[in-house]
C-alpha cells in the first residue's frame, strides 16, 4: 500500500517508533529461516516481530523537516532516517545549523549522504578547523550542498504571504497589589 503513494508523511516518532521494527532490535536481527532470531536468549520470541515497511520501499526522495534532529547520529530517529532507501535526500530546517559544533554537521552529511563527507574519517581530516583554509573549504562546500532564504527575502513573502509586521504599544498601568509584588521582584 506505501510502496503505491505518492506522498508518506511520518512524524519523528513514528520513526523511533520503528527502529524496534528494523535490525536494530535484536530478536528480529540475524533471523534463520523460520524468521527467528539466532541470537543467544533462553527462550524465542512467541511471536514474530514484523520489520518495518519503510525499509522495503526504494523512495525518489526523502525529505526531513527540522533537519536538527539528524545532526545527532546517536537519537533514535536519526538512527531511523539513516536506513531510509531513496535516490535523493532533503533536509529542511528553520534552526540554525551546527550551533558551533561541526560535528553536527557530519550528521547531516551522514543523512543526505553527501560523499564522501559521509564517511567520519574523511569528514574528520577534510574539515578539520585548525588546518589553514578551513573556513573557506567548509565556505565552498556549503555554497554548493544548502539553500537558504529567510522571511526577508521579498520573493519568499511573496510565496508564502506573510502580512507586513505591525507593532502596538498599550500601556498598563499596575493595580496596588501588582506594584508592591513587582517592586519586591
Excluded at 536538527?68 to 535526500?89: G, P, Y
Excluded at 567548509?138 to 510565496?159: D, G, N
Aim: glycine share 4%.
Amino acid at each position: 500500500y506505501l510502496a503505491d503513494t505518492d506522498i508518506i508523511l511520518v512524524s519523528f516518532v513514528g520513526l523511533m517508533s520503528d527502529l524496534s521494527h528494523s535490525e536494530e532490535n535484536r530478536f528480529i536481527s540475524k533471523s534463520d529461516d523460520d524468521g527467528w532470531s539466532s541470537t543467544n536468549l533462553r527462550r524465542r520470541k512467541k511471536y514474530r516481530i514484523v520489520p518495518s515497511p519503510l525499509l522495503s520501499i526504494h523512495f525518489w526522495r526523502v525529505c526531513i523537516d527540522e533537519a536538527q534532529r539528524v545532526e545527532t547520529t546517536t537519537t533514535k530517529a536519526a538512527k531511523m532516517a539513516l536506513k531510509l532507501n531513496a535516490d535523493h535526500f532533503w533536509a529542511v530546517s528553520g534552526t540554525p545549523i551546527g550551533h558551533g559544533n561541526l560535528q553536527d554537521l557530519y550528521g547531516l552529511f551522514l543523512f543526505l549522504r553527501l560523499a564522501p563527507f559521509d564517511h567520519k574519517d574523511w569528514f574528520n581530516s577534510c574539515l578539520n578547523p585548525t588546518i589553514e583554509g578551513f573556513d573557506e573549504r567548509i565556505q565552498a562546500l556549503l555554497r554548493h550542498v544548502f539553500w537558504r532564504s529567510t522571511k526577508s527575502s521579498e520573493a519568499v513573502k511573496r510565496q508564502i504571504g506573510i502580512p507586513e509586521m505591525k507593532e502596538e504599544r498599550v500601556v498598563l498601568n499596575f493595580s496596588s497589589i501588582e506594584r508592591h509584588f513587582y517592586n519586591r521582584q
